[in-house]
């Protein structure tokens, strides 16, 4: 079964905060100026909107930040939850309000101080109230408490399997860095680093090291969708949704699905684009550039798998070859990622792929965008989609 909501929606207007590591104010300012940023771009007024989504990490309520940014009545609110494989189920959800007339104006949003305030990177080395703490607590004794452990976990057993080496894993963050290094929204505007400033960086957690893990950062960023329709007559070029897909595969675990029958895949991504892929008709081949989450650096080789830009075991040859550089197949993370842009739990990643399809990024690829990918968390329930022109 193929759902059919392909090309029935679209994002007319996006907005960020600054990025910063303290932004001297609280979440629930950050998420009123990014909406209100994205309503400006759409040439939209804050009584258009009806439908909210976010994060259930977001601690801004959706009630607030309507009132703050001068919202009427809302019909239509949703969260997802996964951390950043919330990311694009947020349009998932902003798509399906839309397509069946549910709300028109549907705002997604993130803002959080995750340097100044809950830092994402302590993990469940502090308290940890949850029923996931069933499965944590297995991990716990052995050190695994943050998210970098975790993921440093699989990551030993895909290079194991794959024979991928750590000038994969420098490819991307030094290509991700070079994009930021030109983008001045991006924390790390301007500040290059090389071979051996990251050879010379401290590990974090065997294999990675500093520059493979991404930042953490006090930010917001929003994006609003609408129907086609009304997209045509608004400020900015629309931007289809053509496909957005979220799966949680048998015997998934939040982060530590240790007891799978292999540790080095990850199927929730193969399948979330297998659905988006199927509802759009299109494949790999299709897709010009690419926002693919970058929590970790290791990560991207995965979700580049997944989503068939080359078979298993083989990112690292097309990374290696300079695919996701300016000039290559594969354009990525062009606004220096949660790596080298900031970590806003991949919502700055939707406003870089819509970017990229608008024409106006700025490591905008000389080749036309036609369609975008852009990808959410791995190692939770999560999923991508795929942005077209209008």
């Not at 943050?146 to 993921?151: A, E, I, L, Q, R």
């Not at 892929?277 to 929590?295: F, N, W």
């Not at 949660?338 to 991949?346: F, K, P, R, T, V």
Request: charged letters at 20%; a negative charge; proline letters at 4%.
């Amino acid at each position: 079964m193929v759902a059919n909501i392909a090309n029935k929606a679209a994002i007319a207007g996006i907005g960020s905060t600054e990025f910063s590591k303290n932004s001297g104010r609280s979440e629930l300012s950050l998420a009123a100026e990014a909406v209100k940023a994205a309503l400006n771009d759409a040439g939209l007024k804050a009584s258009d909107v009806d439908g909210m989504v976010t994060f259930t990490m977001d601690q801004n309520e959706e009630v607030d930040v309507a009132r703050a940014v001068g919202c009427n009545d809302l019909n239509f609110f949703a969260r997802v939850p996964y951390g950043g494989g919330a990311a694009t189920g947020t349009l998932l959800q902003a798509a399906m309000a839309v397509a069946t007339g549910m709300a028109e104006v549907v705002v997604c949003y993130r803002a959080l101080n995750g340097r100044s305030g809950h830092r994402y990177s302590a993990g469940v080395s502090g308290s940890l109230i949850t029923g996931s703490a069933i499965h944590y607590g297995w991990y716990m004794p052995y050190g695994l408490l943050t998210p970098t452990s975790w993921v440093a976990m699989y990551t030993q057993r895909y290079m194991h399997l794959t024979g991928c080496t750590e000038d994969a894993l420098f490819e991307i963050a030094h290509t991700t860095r070079e994009y930021a290094v030109k983008n001045p929204a991006a924390f790390f505007y301007n500040q290059p680093f090389t071979r051996a400033d990251y050879d010379n960086a401290r590990r974090i957690c065997d294999p990675l090291r500093l520059f493979d893990c991404c930042q953490e950062s006090d930010g917001g960023s929003a994006v609003i969708v609408t129907t086609p329709e009304r997209a045509r007559d608004l400020k900015q070029p629309g931007v289809l949704i053509n496909g957005v897909a979220q799966c949680s595969p048998r015997d998934q675990e939040e982060m530590t699905s240790f007891y799978r029958a292999e540790i080095g895949r990850i199927p929730e991504m193969d399948i979330a684009a297998r659905h988006a892929y199927a509802q759009c008709g299109l494949s790999a081949k299709d897709i010009d550039a690419a926002v693919i989450y970058d929590a970790f650096s290791s990560i991207v080789l995965m979700q580049l798998e997944s989503w068939g830009f080359c078979e298993f075991g083989e990112a690292a040859k097309f990374v290696l070859d300079g695919n996701l550089r300016p000039d290559g197949r594969l354009p990525t993370n062009t606004h220096g990622g949660q790596l080298s842009e900031a970590y806003i739990h991949g919502v700055n990643g939707i406003v870089e792929a819509v970017r990229l399809v608008r024409g106006t990024s700025v490591n905008q690829p000389k080749k036309n965008v036609n369609h975008a990918l852009v990808t959410s968390g791995v190692g939770v329930p999560t999923g991508g989609a795929i942005l077209g022109r209008m």
